[in-house]
């Protein structure tokens, strides 16, 4: 069993940044893939970005709407994964969860085993 708890939500103005993290405890982290998705009032869940590693290097998808603004890594000998959000905007604004599973698929599916219990972020105009 993994257990995630996600940090460094906030309220930022618009153009600013915030970097979230989650940590992870109870198996090991290396071996699970890892990502953010995020929920704004009154629409579904969706898919922000996700990290895992392969033989060659890691491997990173994000959203179209976070591309070039947003930077997910991943420290394992911390056990988190974090997720560096520039040029904020008030469209970002959502609860942002964190998830893991054995596959990166499922993670960017939004079908993984594990879930934060997420942070707020507020983007003001």
């Known amino acids: 069993q993994v257990q995630l708890i996600e940090s460094g939500g906030g309220l930022v103005q618009a153009g600013g940044s915030l970097r979230l993290s989650c940590t992870a405890s109870g198996r090991t982290f290396s071996s699970i893939a890892m990502g953010w998705f995020r929920q704004a009032p009154g629409k579904e869940r969706a898919f922000v970005s996700s990290i895992s590693w392969s033989g060659s290097g890691a491997i990173m998808n994000y959203a179209n709407s976070v591309k070039g603004r947003f930077t997910i890594s991943r420290d394992n000998a911390k056990n988190t994964v974090y997720l560096q959000m520039n040029s904020l905007k008030p469209e970002d604004t959502a609860v942002y969860y964190c998830?893991?599973?054995?596959?990166?698929?499922?993670?960017?599916?939004?079908?993984?085993?594990?879930w934060g219990q997420g942070t707020q972020v507020t983007v003001s105009s």
């Open positions: 998830t893991g599973a054995a596959s990166h698929s499922a993670v960017v599916a939004g079908s993984g085993e594990y």
